[in-house]
């Protein structure tokens, strides 16, 4: 989604502003814009589309800054366009404010100012800010005591940076529901919103919380929060590299992050399976073991596929724990006064940490005494923080907006969890074992699978004009049935929907033609004769069908048009098998269709509004 990154020191600033906002590029977004000061002057730029296009503006007009703040916007309120990308004004055009999230009561806010004489300009919700900032500093504060006293008026979510003519020494920045992080340099010190964007120049990071506002000047800041608390913010080192930001040789990040995967999910096992034991360590969930053990109920919240994976996880924790599971969409769970009772644990599966829905009904939840835990892969992420406790999935960042490694990664925690739990009530520890030393074999498996991409390629070679896919599952495949369409529709904008297999005579079968592709995901399992039935279903239709298949299976090539098979494991585990092949069917139709797969259109990596 939008992104924000600010510069102060000795160096030049434009060129740091620019790196910075192409860092932030994978989150998605339609314009972008620069604001810089210099001797007691100032200058702004900004366009549609892409920074590239920026970077090229910017290059005739040799501008050289000591400070500015830089921004790419998604559109909320407002076409995408140059007038409606930030940083926005005051009226005198010396005060420029940076902003991500959405300010709830900006019309009544902007009707205020219109009173006082404020002229707007462009159709956002943001530009209220600049203009009631300017409102207090008419009235004799300093551009700290303007930020604070209008975002006390401020009902809604930000991150903001703002910079001031007239005190050309500082960037004010602060943070409610919008990702905001401080990197301290030497002699130098940023604002960005995302910890990517400024990497390469520091490693010392400070997290803003919800309410905090800072003060930063080139070799120092100051932290308060909006109400005036004074605040002490302890300082990060990050240990993630930018090398492993990079495409590392890949032609997308998607397909790096598919190709990662073996490691990704090693990482997220590592040190945690106890093998003599037959369960996991999970050390973020030391203090809450026993109350998660006790639960009465799981709720999962979360979105996409991270919703994808909580529904495996129902699978898993219904069948090993006895707990009752249920999986909410986050957006409806939010609004619905869900029902929470004492022993209600409620986990939130999120990748990025920050979307804006499953951080919601965190809140909400733990406003209602639910056991708040949370499984992110962004460390230090808002809903890591905001959670009782939790478990990253130490997947390593995900670049591209179609979601893979992190998907994987939060099954292999999901089953972790899963050991954990039953292993404290009905599980023997023969059981256990077994199902520990399946998991560690899942990243050799992974490794097997993806050595499949040319046959895969050459699948997507014969599909990629298709309009539409069906993809049907049975139980733990059942997900993976609607992960499959999910990376399909995302980044090749065919429609695809995805079934319990056993389903689709209820409806579904209607489509069925020469022209709609099923894609079955059926490996021998418990209900492979039933898929079997389905997958002849189709084909008496003349549909053409593509199978995930047992490697050990051979009769199904009898029946189907194509198979891809795919090495054995336990029920529970094999969704993180089964899902491998349809990323890959749906990164190369994409590729083949000429689409951007790492920036599909009107999506962004981190939906931090509603
Ligand atoms: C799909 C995808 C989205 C996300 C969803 C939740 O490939 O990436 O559906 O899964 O927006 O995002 P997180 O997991 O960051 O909460």
């Excluded at 309120?77 to 007038?83: A, D, F, R």
């Excluded at 990197?183 to 400070?206: C, P, R, W």
Aim: net charge negative.
């Amino acid at each position: 989604m939008c992104g924000i990154v600010g510069y102060i020191g000795d160096k030049n600033c434009v060129p740091i502003l620019i790196n910075g906002l192409k860092r932030l590029e994978y989150r998605g977004y339609d314009s972008a814009g620069i604001a810089v000061i210099f001797d007691h002057n100032s200058q702004i730029v900004k366009n549609k589309g892409k920074v590239s296009l920026l970077e090229d503006k910017l290059e005739s007009l040799h501008l050289f800054s000591n400070l500015g703040i830089g921004h790419t916007r998604w559109a909320t309120h407002g076409i995408p366009n140059e007038l409606n990308a930030h940083p926005h004004f005051n009226s005198e055009k010396n005060l420029y404010v940076i902003h991500n999230g959405i300010i709830e009561n900006y019309q009544t806010l902007k009707k205020g100012l219109q009173k006082l004489g404020y002229e707007f300009i462009t159709q956002t919700d943001s530009e209220v800010l600049p203009h009631l900032i300017d409102s207090f500093l008419k009235k004799g504060n300093s551009l700290f005591k303007s930020v604070q006293l209008s975002l006390n008026e401020v009902e809604g979510t930000y991150g903001i940076a703002v910079v001031y003519e007239k005190e050309p020494d500082k960037i004010i920045a602060a943070r409610k529901g919008s990702p905001l992080v401080l990197g301290i340099g030497e002699n130098e010190n940023f604002v960005a919103s995302d910890v990517s964007a400024i990497l390469s120049h520091t490693k010392q990071i400070v997290y803003l919380e919800d309410g905090d506002i800072i003060q930063v000047f080139k070799d120092h800041f100051s932290a308060k929060t909006i109400l005036d608390k004074d605040i002490e913010k302890e300082i990060h080192e990050i240990t993630m590299t930018l090398d492993e930001i990079d495409k590392g040789g890949y032609s997308h990040f998607m397909l790096k992050e598919i190709m990662e995967q073996p490691e990704s999910v090693r990482n997220s096992m590592r040190g945690r399976i106890l093998f003599d034991e037959g369960t996991s360590k999970l050390g973020g969930l030391e203090n809450v073991a026993e109350a998660l053990a006790a639960s009465n109920r799981i709720i999962i919240s979360a979105c996409g596929t991270s919703w994808h994976a909580g529904l495996v996880g129902k699978y898993m924790l219904e069948q090993f724990t006895r707990i009752p599971t249920e999986v909410e969409y986050a957006s409806e769970f939010r609004y619905r006064n869900p029902i929470i009772n004492k022993g209600d644990t409620i986990f939130f599966i999120s990748q990025s940490g920050e979307t804006a829905d499953t951080l919601a009904s965190l809140k909400e939840s733990k406003m209602r005494g639910a056991l708040a835990l949370g499984i992110c892969n962004v460390v230090g992420s808002s809903i890591a923080r905001e959670s009782n406790a939790g478990v990253y999935t130490h997947a390593g960042p995900e670049i591209g907006v179609a979601s893979t490694k992190a998907f994987t990664s939060q099954l292999v925690v999901l089953s972790l969890i899963t050991l954990l739990i039953a292993r404290k009530k009905y599980m023997s520890i023969v059981d256990g074992k077994s199902i520990a030393e399946e998991l560690s074999k899942i990243p050799d498996k992974i490794a097997e699978i993806l050595k499949l991409n040319d046959q895969i390629e050459e699948i997507a070679e014969v599909f990629k004009e298709a309009k539409n896919f069906l993809y049907l599952g049975r139980g733990y495949n059942f997900p993976v049935a609607l992960e499959g369409a999910l990376k399909l529709k995302e980044i090749s904008y065919i429609h695809a929907e995805g079934y319990p297999a056993a389903e689709m005579k209820h409806g579904p079968i209607a489509l069925i033609d020469e022209n709609m592709p099923a894609v079955f995901i059926a490996p021998k399992d418990s209900t492979y004769d039933k898929i079997i039935s389905n997958i002849q279903e189709v084909k008496a239709r003349r549909g053409k069908i593509i199978a995930v298949a047992s490697q050990c299976d051979n009769e199904i090539d009898k029946i189907v048009d194509y198979t891809i098979k795919i090495p054995d494991t336990i029920r529970i585990l094999m969704p993180l098998l089964t899902v491998i092949p349809l990323q890959l069917l749906a990164y190369h139709i994409a590729v083949k269709k000429g689409l951007n797969v790492d920036q599909p259109r009107n999506l962004a990596k981190s939906v931090t509004v509603e």
